[in-house]
């Protein structure tokens, strides 16, 4: 909880500085876990799920502006199995935090870092999901937004993981990455 307090904090003191509107985004992701042994690369099933939360669009004359986010999204993957597909649910809180070029008032595109706090999951044979993943992860965030009026935002983004999310594996030979497409549909107030 801690943590989601200051991410929070973080975000509302970056918005501060610029002309910001507040809204409310969400639509679906489609993501996947890339599992890495250092010679190959294995994807499970993707999973289809959600992301919901808060967008700090900047307003203004600017070409460049900086719009941080809160989100929870909900990642993972499914896993092929005799008995049929295992889904991993992964509930994250991300902080995107996006440099914009907005070469046009009705367009953009952007990237950035996004820190994200594993804050739930779902159980598999009983046991949490979670507990074989780390708590903290981070991606980076790239994507283009359309503006259409004043109030409303469609996009799509892609979320590369960075860190080995992988809390299993003791010996480090094995590597595991979020990898999350997003379209999503905003609405500024």
Known sequence: MKHILFLAALVASLSCYSQTRTGLKGGVNIANLNYSDGNESVKGDPLTSFHVGFVFFPEGSSSVAVQPEILFSMQGNKIPSPIGNVEEKLGYVNVPILIKY?????????????????????????????????????????????????????????????????????????????RVTQIYLGILF
Do not use: C, H, W
């Open 102 to 178: 907005i070469p046009d008032p009705a367009f953009s595109i952007y990237a950035g870092p996004q820190l994200g706090l594993l804050v739930s999951s779902n159980k598999i044979s009983g046991t949490r999901v979670k507990d074989y993943y780390k708590e903290v992860d981070i991606s980076l965030s790239f994507g283009g937004e359309f503006k259409a009026g004043e109030n409303l935002l469609f996009g799509a983004r892609y979320n590369l993981g960075m860190l080995n999310i992988d809390d299993f594996d003791d010996s480090g030979d094995i590597k595991v990455t979020n």
